[in-house]
């Protein structure tokens, strides 16, 4: 298992890196980003802390802006993560407010009162400020929709599963109120400990970065 999730960090600590601000047009319109934050080390490189990728058509570009631009907590689950764990890290009682989400009128409707947002902008500025300084990104083409849901599955299975790459004891996720993202060292909730890469599966996609750069 560790050796595949070792291939797994070569292969990405090998490709072109993106940091804040990023040239869009460097990025594939299809395909998957593996994130990176600073102090995290795993198999002596850096180590992988995220895995995503996009479901409509070309949307990987936006995607990596809902992350590190947006200021929408609703519209990516990474964002509303770090919120959390931020807020949580200081106690903060308007965690119980970030939970919500405001994406349709009538939850806005509903909540508008309870809600100063005012301050939700000031945590959506912390968020933005902190992705953009902590997180670096490598992205590579895929540009079947299914083999993306595919490789993005096995990806987070193998270092989820892996028990050599752990978070340093200073990694914002510890601070997580969610237990999933503590106990995987990922900033993932979804696919974790599923159907890992094997020998095979993991030399196709080697040939596959390889083909992509
Ligand atoms: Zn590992």
New binding site residues.
């Given amino acids: ?2 050796s595949e ?2 291939s ?2 070569r292969l990405a600590n090998e490709l072109e890196r993106h940091k804040f601000p990023f040239e869009a047009s460097n990025i594939p319109l299809n395909g998957i980003y593996v994130l990176f934050q600073k102090g995290e080390y ?2 002596q490189k850096e ?2 802390v995220r895995i995503g990728t996009h479901t409509g058509e070309s949307r990987l570009r936006l995607r990596l802006e809902e992350h590190f631009l947006n200021e929408n907590k609703d519209r990516s689950i990474f964002r509303k993560n770090i919120g959390r764990a931020l807020l949580s890290q200081h106690n903060d009682p308007f965690l119980k407010y970030w939970e919500r989400n405001l994406v349709t009128k009538k939850a806005k409707d509903k909540y508008s009162s309870l809600i100063d947002f005012d301050y939700q902008k000031n945590i959506e500025n912390q968020v933005s400020q902190y992705i953009q300084g902590n997180f670096s990104f490598a992205t590579f083409e895929v540009k079947n929709k299914e083999e993306r849901l595919d490789i993005e599955s096995k990806l987070i299975a ?2 989820s599963r ?5 978070p340093s004891n200073d990694w914002l996720g510890n601070s997580s109120p969610k237990e999933k993202i503590v106990k995987s060292g990922l900033w993932q909730v979804n696919e974790l400990y599923k159907t890992p890469f094997d020998a095979t599966s993991i030399g196709k996609l080697e040939r596959r970065i390889a083909h992509s750069k």
């Fill in positions: 298992m560790s999730c070792s797994v960090h795993g198999h180590r992988i193998t270092i892996c028990d050599e790459c752990k």
